[in-house]
């Protein structure tokens, strides 16, 4: 069974916990970002004082290697108009490792979508809605729906996607969108695109944003719509399951957040630092981090409903929704349908 990310086995992430490895790592190269989403997880869209320099993100992502890291996942600010993104992409590629970006496509011209495609980068699309006006609003930018056409036109003429390329559009479920989903959903599964759909995190804009929310029963319905789709039409069995659809999130298990100013964190929703890669070095930061320990160690840990769940051996909810909604990381997570409807 696959469980994070389409790629990890439940094996492999076992012998990586057993072992203490990482498997992944995720980073932000810079806080910068020309959208102003109304449900980034981001506090600030600038650029801050002390971020890592190109150094030390190199260091870091070697000691990650070290760690048993085989794949980097570059989140933002904004990666594509991060000034070294192509210096990098090259460096991450010449050290053997899978890249995985997240991007709104701003930076993603043609040189750029060149570049990423022969280093087989990953690439996941931030895309909420083929509404312009809905995408446009969602982005908190005039135009943010023709930048994104752009830069899919720019990747498809660099190839994407195919079996060597992996192209996926990242969307957050949300009032606005909610309805269009199944017909989005069936033709980014026409495309060849791996429709990357997931529950919005209740934290910083999205916090504040209330008209955003979406109660159980819509998330109920919409991934069970989503996984009758995908049986009847794709010949892909998967049991409907938030917080991600058509997949599960298990990645305190082995990955960790890396944030722009050097802080690890569990995930960009469990926004607790653990330490910092300036004071120490990361292997050390993981294996001291009880925070991080009690994650690994969840089947006995986790509380309440998410504890006593009957799937609680192949989930623990969202830890960053259980985070920002409870202040306790190892709480019922308060989105999961499961704990909020009636069953």
């Known amino acids: ?23 992944s790592m995720e980073i932000e190269f810079s806080r910068v970002c020309n959208f102003r989403c109304s449900y980034c997880y981001v506090p600030t869209k600038s650029q801050l004082s002390n971020e890592l320099t190109r150094d030390e993100i190199k260091d870091i992502i070697c000691q990650a290697k070290e760690m048993g890291a085989g794949k980097i996942i570059i989140l933002g600010g904004e990666p594509s108009i991060y000034p070294h993104i192509q210096e990098m992409i090259t460096f991450l590629s ?12 701003t930076g993603i011209d043609a040189e750029l979508a060149r570049v990423l495609a022969e280093n ?7 895309r909420n809605s ?7 609003k969602l982005a908190g930018k005039a135009g943010a729906s023709t930048i994104i056409g752009t830069a899919l036109t720019n990747l498809r003429e660099a190839g994407y996607p195919s079996k060597e390329l992996f192209l996926a559009i990242s969307t957050v479920i949300c009032q606005q969108n909610i309805e269009e989903l199944p017909a989005m959903w069936e033709w980014l599964r026409e495309e060849k695109i791996e429709p990357y759909f997931e529950v919005i995190t209740p934290q910083e804009n999205a916090a504040e944003n ?48 890396v944030s ?5 964190m569990p995930c960009v929703g469990v926004t607790i630092p653990v330490g910092n890669v300036r004071e120490n070095r990361l292997a050390e930061i993981i294996s001291n981090s009880e ?16 504890r006593d769940c009957e799937k609680s051996a192949e989930c623990y909810g969202c830890r960053g929704a259980a985070f920002q909604l409870t202040g306790d990381y190892l709480a019922s997570d308060p989105t999961c349908w499961r704990n909020t409807c009636s069953q």
């Open 130 to 136: 083929f509404d312009d006006q809905v995408q446009d």
């Open 120 to 126: 087989r980068v990953r690439v996941a699309l931030k």
């Open 210 to 257: 209330s008209w955003l929310t979406v109660d159980g029963m819509q998330l109920k319905n919409l991934f069970t719509q989503l996984s009758a789709i995908d049986r009847e039409k794709y010949g892909r069995n998967w049991e409907p399951q938030p917080p991600l659809v058509g997949n599960k999130c298990m990645r305190h298990q082995v990955s960790c957040l």
């Open 291 to 306: 925070v991080i320990n009690n994650l690994k160690n969840y089947r006995e840990m986790i509380k309440g409903e998410c």
């Open 1 to 23: 069974m696959q469980i994070y990310n389409l790629e990890f086995t439940e094996q492999e992430i076992q012998e990586a916990v057993a072992a203490g490895r990482l498997l």
């Open 94 to 105: 010449s050290q053997g490792l899978t890249i995985e970006m997240f991007s709104n496509g």
């Open 260 to 264: 722009a100013t050097g802080d690890v």
